[in-house]
């Protein structure tokens, strides 16, 4: 633009006002269509982040889940069955909760929360997952004992203390296996 474009003067013909008109509604649209264009750039660029985090989500199910109940069992749970990714619903077939690993016997069933990165807000999310699982399992004559474990590629010490304190199991990363970690002396896991 030069400066007859950007500060109009009075001496200015109708022509040259209307073409002044053009010229801006065409960069209006220019700079709409390019809006446009950005916004489907950053919505894939968001996608494929999703998708990466998900990725890495499943990886580290993977990492975790397949040796799980037998770190359990060592325990002295005796689990006989591993589900991956158990969905409850309710009678209208919403989703009431979702478990990324639940280890079962008779008497137990240990529902396990996996996080790439574990968060103190990831435990507070779970605990309130425990409970719905209770009121769930309560609805269907599942009188056995529940119980919660949270795991995580990377568990920050602070993660670890505050699920200990809920009543969690923590499993960890330790070099190239899951361990489940250390509780504080005394402590004992939590029943729902």
């Known amino acids: 633009m030069n400066d007859r474009t950007q500060n109009p003067s009075p001496e200015m013909t109708f022509e040259q006002l209307w073409a002044l008109f053009q010229e801006t509604d065409r960069m209006i649209k220019d700079v709409a269509q390019r809006q446009k264009e950005t916004d489907r750039e950053i919505k894939a660029v968001n996608q494929a982040i999703g998708n990466l985090g998900n990725r890495l989500g499943s990886l580290i199910e993977h990492l975790v889940s397949p040796d799980m109940h037998r770190k359990f069992n060592a325990l002295g749970y005796a689990f006989t ?30 529902a396990v ?58 499993l960890e990363q330790s070099g190239d296996t899951v361990r489940i970690a250390e509780p504080p002396e005394a402590w004992q896991p939590k029943t729902w």
């Open 81 to 110: 069955r591993t589900n991956t990714r158990v969905v409850c619903k309710d009678a209208h077939d919403k989703t009431l909760a979702e478990v990324d690993v639940l280890l079962e016997n008779g008497e137990y069933a240990l």
């Open 113 to 170: 929360e996996v996080k790439t990165e574990l968060t103190v807000e990831d435990v507070k999310v779970h605990a309130e997952r425990m409970a719905v699982l209770r009121a769930y399992a309560d609805r269907h004559n599942d009188a056995r004992q529940y119980l919660g474990a949270v795991a995580g590629g990377i568990v920050g010490e602070q993660a670890r203390d505050y699920a200990h304190k809920s009543g969690f199991y923590v």
